[in-house]
């Protein structure tokens, strides 16, 4: 099949070695043997895959190099949890999308090869990039050496002052206490957006910091997202910055991690930014939430408050990053995505999500909104209850996102588009209460029963809507059955379906009122999971 464009064989009980028969498959572009049991070394014929962008070799037995690979076209490349050994090659470093983990990599100096042959000069590449790194030591340290320099013509220029009359020893004792206020008149013009955004204070250390800008000045482009306005709001909540328990990332280490917000990187969009793949050198894998907003001060205080948000359905923050007008939050990444690209994106070779699974999730989120509508104090809604804000991980448990960014829709809500699933009296954020979150939880449960989309333009006009279709059928039982996802092939207990949707009925009353809270749907939903 030399014109072979894709292959998919992931997920199934391939055993054995590849064989060498990969030559004439030059016009493949994705290649996926995942979650296999394949054995042996990666055949030589690889090489001869001139035009792959995606290989997913993971969840394998595989042993042996991947030098084989290193010459290949690819975007997208992953070998997690097989054998390999060896050195990864310089050249596949620079693939936008590299998961490599769980291997038995050598960790030493790596040995000549072809990606590291000498170059007209007599330096290998590895050689050259040690001489650079030397060039920017000697540059670092001469610069230190001239920062020591002006710092001790200033603090040479302090301890002459105080020999000074009264008035200027006054203008000492304001120089101490000004060491707790956001600058100090020594160096207030020197300091640029980034040290305004991330210190309160300077220090010795800073003045050092302020000595080494005079001789460098930062580039003029690093103040256009920076508003005068702004200082007072940073200086001012400083209480804040100190409440929050997340780590406070540099924007340099995320811009690293996404490859500068690349969109190979880019894994979801939303009403209020997109999500992004973030790869650190530690190994970690990261999802970094970039949020369309302005206010240092409100986002500060949201970060507070979204870091104190803890339970085991949640996807809590673990960091986020406030710097030259960008608003990043830091996520676990949930590497089995989102409920809705498993009900709706998901290939024919995909396992379908069992009957007890979609309970679990149903009842592991409605753990997570009783949590924010009960446990709270005060109470808060999500606002954007919907199947792409339900991760699953590894063991499909689910971790609700999106939690705590209310504020961000209020601000945001020319971009609030959550068709299907917002309530009928709902036109609007500000007019939200608890009760509308109950009715969005009451779609995802529509889409675990059916798999279908809340809104969908292809389907008849009776059936767009998945509630207006949905709805009048829910306690009919025959039609129940007609209703239920294909996927999961009527293996399904009767009797916690007919419960399942009793407990949907309820959350999608047109009557605010009537809807049941969420400790009430989690007592029904116990039910059903018992059958």
């Known amino acids: 099949m030399s014109d072979l464009k894709y292959l998919n064989l992931g997920n199934n009980q391939l055993s054995g070695q590849l064989s060498d028969m990969f030559g004439q498959l030059s016009k493949l572009t994705v290649l996926d043997l995942s979650f296999n049991s394949l054995s042996g070394n990666l055949p030589?014929?690889?090489?001869?895959?001139?035009?792959?962008?995606?290989?997913?070799?993971?969840?394998?037995?595989?042993?042996?190099?991947?030098?084989?690979?290193?010459?290949?076209?690819?975007?997208?490349?992953?070998?997690?949890?097989?054998?390999?050994s060896g050195w990864i090659p310089d050249k596949m470093k620079e693939i936008d999308d590299l998961e490599t983990e769980g291997n038995a990599w050598s960790s030493g100096p790596a040995p000549p090869g072809s990606e590291r042959e000498k170059d007209h000069q007599g330096h290998t590449p590895h050689s050259r990039k040690e001489l650079n790194k030397q060039i920017v030591k000697g540059g670092i340290i001469a610069a230190i050496v001239v920062s020591v320099?002006?710092?001790?013509?200033?603090?040479?220029?302090?301890?002459?002052?105080k020999s000074l009359p009264?008035?200027?020893?006054?203008?000492?004792?304001?120089?101490?206490?000004?060491?707790?206020?956001?600058?100090?008149?020594?160096?207030?013009?020197?300091?640029?957006?980034?040290?305004?955004?991330?210190?309160?204070?300077?220090?010795?250390?800073?003045?050092?910091?302020?000595?080494s800008l005079r001789?460098?000045?930062?580039?003029?482009?690093?103040?256009?997202?920076?508003?005068?306005?702004?200082?007072?709001?940073?200086?001012?909540?400083?209480k804040s910055i100190d409440s929050v328990a997340a780590t406070s990332y540099s924007l340099g280490d995320l811009k690293e991690a996404t490859a500068n917000f690349a969109e190979s990187r880019l894994v979801g969009e939303g009403s209020i930014g997109c999500v992004y793949k973030a790869k650190f050198l530690d190994g970690k894998v990261l999802a970094v939430k970039k949020i369309d907003f302005e206010s240092y001060q409100d986002f500060i205080e949201v970060?507070?408050?979204?870091?104190?948000?803890?339970?085991?359905?949640?996807?809590?923050?673990?960091?986020?990053?406030?710097?030259?007008?960008?608003?990043?939050?830091?996520?676990?990444?949930?590497?089995?995505?989102?409920?809705?690209?498993?009900?709706?994106?998901?290939?024919?070779?995909?396992?379908?999500?069992?009957?007890?699974?979609?309970?679990?999730i149903a009842l592991g989120t409605a753990r997570a909104l009783e949590y924010l509508h009960e446990g709270c104090s005060p109470s808060a809604m999500h606002m954007n209850i919907k199947s792409a804000n339900i991760l699953l991980?590894?063991?499909?448990?689910?971790?609700?996102?999106?939690?705590?960014?209310?504020?961000?829709?209020?601000?945001?809500?020319?971009?609030?588009?959550?068709?299907?699933?917002?309530?009928?009296?709902?036109?609007?954020?500000?007019?939200?209460?608890?009760?509308?979150?109950?009715?969005?939880f009451g779609v995802v449960m529509l889409e675990l029963l059916t798999g279908r989309k809340p809104f969908d333009s292809s389907k008849a006009k009776a059936e767009q809507s998945l509630v207006r279709w949905a709805t009048p059928q829910l306690h009919d039982i025959d039609a129940l059955d007609k209703m239920v996802d294909p996927a999961l092939r009527g293996l399904y207990p009767p009797k916690s379906l007919s419960r399942f949707a009793d407990v949907i009925a309820l959350c999608v009353q047109v009557e605010p009122e009537f809807r049941p809270a969420m400790s009430e749907v989690i007592q029904s939903l116990v039910r059903c999971e018992r059958g």
């Open 44 to 84: 030589q014929s690889f090489a001869s895959l001139s035009n792959l962008k995606t290989m997913r070799l993971q969840n394998n037995q595989l042993t042996g190099s991947i030098n084989v690979l290193e010459n290949l076209p690819l975007q997208e490349l992953n070998v997690v949890d097989n054998r390999f």
């Open 149 to 161: 320099l002006v710092l001790t013509v200033i603090l040479l220029v302090l301890f002459a002052r």
């Open 166 to 211: 009264s008035h200027s020893s006054q203008f000492l004792d304001e120089e101490k206490i000004s060491q707790n206020r956001p600058f100090t008149p020594l160096v207030s013009q020197e300091l640029d957006a980034d040290s305004l955004e991330h210190s309160a204070s300077i220090d010795i250390n800073s003045l050092q910091t302020a000595a």
């Open 215 to 238: 001789l460098n000045p930062p580039p003029s482009d690093r103040f256009k997202s920076f508003k005068d306005t702004d200082i007072g709001s940073k200086f001012n909540s400083r």
């Open 303 to 360: 970060v507070s408050n979204i870091s104190k948000l803890q339970h085991p359905n949640i996807n809590g923050l673990l960091g986020y990053c406030s710097e030259r007008g960008y608003r990043v939050l830091v996520y676990d990444f949930m590497r089995n995505g989102s409920l809705y690209n498993f009900l709706h994106l998901s290939d024919d070779y995909s396992k379908p999500l069992t009957w007890n699974t979609r309970i679990k």
């Open 393 to 440: 991980d590894t063991e499909l448990k689910p971790h609700l996102c999106g939690c705590g960014l209310a504020t961000f829709l209020s601000e945001c809500s020319t971009k609030h588009d959550v068709a299907g699933y917002s309530a009928p009296e709902c036109t609007k954020p500000s007019a939200y209460t608890s009760k509308n979150d109950v009715y969005s």
